[in-house]
């Protein structure tokens, strides 16, 4: 994680990275179309936008510990990219994809 003083870079697996920035408008989550307000700090990745720090549709979240945990961010990322794949694929499929990403860029994607 690093930091410009009012923001926070979170690097995740893969190379994405997402800024942890207080909210200068009000706006939707992309995540789950919840408003967020101005003031709040929320996750922000170019290309794909605002979300929540700790949105209702990820996995169970600690607010604090996902402003400061890089490890706990990319845990939470795999474990979404999970879902999302069980949720379009099935079981069977998303453990697959799993077992591939991790031979694919080790154990630490």
Do not use: Q
């Not at 929540?52 to 549709?57: I, K, L, N, V, Y």
């Not at 949720?87 to 031979?103: K, N, P, S």
């Amino acid at each position: 994680m690093t930091s410009d003083g009012e923001n926070e870079t979170l690097g995740l697996r893969g190379g994405a990275t997402m800024k942890v920035i207080t909210a200068k408008f009000a706006g939707k989550c992309r995540k789950c179309g919840k408003p967020f307000d101005v003031g709040e700090k929320i996750l922000w990745e170019r290309f794909e936008g605002a979300r929540h720090m700790c949105c209702p549709e990820d996995a169970p979240c600690d607010p604090e510990r996902a402003r400061d945990d890089a490890e706990y961010n990319a845990g939470v990322a795999d474990y979404n990219r999970w879902k999302a794949d069980r949720a379009m694929f099935g079981d069977e499929v998303a453990d697959a994809l799993d077992i591939e990403r991790e031979l694919r860029f080790g154990s630490d994607y």
